[in-house]
């Protein structure tokens, strides 16, 4: 039969939740940053792609700049929301761990380092997209 959670077992998984939590926190920052970065690539694309005065027309040059920034944001956006749902699953298998009388720490091991690798590939994404946005504003 399994034994019901006690109270000690709560605050143990509780206190170990917090730095996942945190990850959460960082992670749901981290998307609206990019979020708001592929929304205004997404709007100067449709800007310059929508140009038909002949004046302007070098403008269109930056069309693959701005794709290929929106190809590398979309991804950091893939590998922050799959850190974000990695970082939930290792809390709910804390909670469930610690529910039914598992040890949960192998397991939570592996779950964070998972989740902060793909947090890092986000970040890694998203540094090259600043470079390329850098590199194309200073006309290099």
């Not at 997404?42 to 930056?62: E, Q, V």
Request: aromatic residues 8%; glycine residues 6%; charged residues 15%.
């Amino acid at each position: 039969m399994l034994s019901t959670l006690t109270m000690d077992q709560l605050q143990v998984v509780i206190s170990q939740a917090a730095a996942p939590a945190f990850i959460l926190g960082a992670v749901a920052s981290f998307l609206s940053v990019l979020l708001s970065h592929m929304n205004r690539v997404i709007d100067r694309y449709r800007l310059i792609s929508d140009l038909d005065d002949p004046k302007k027309a070098p403008l269109k040059a930056n069309l693959p700049h701005l794709q290929r920034r929106a190809a590398i944001l979309h991804r950091a956006i893939y590998w922050a929301v799959g850190s974000g749902i990695v970082t939930c699953l290792l809390m709910i298998v804390a909670f469930a761990s610690a529910y039914f009388g598992f040890r949960h720490e192998p397991g939570a091991a592996v779950l964070f380092m998972i989740s902060l690798g793909l947090f890092t590939a986000s970040l890694i994404s998203f540094a090259r997209e600043v470079g390329i946005a850098l590199k194309h504003s200073e006309g290099g």
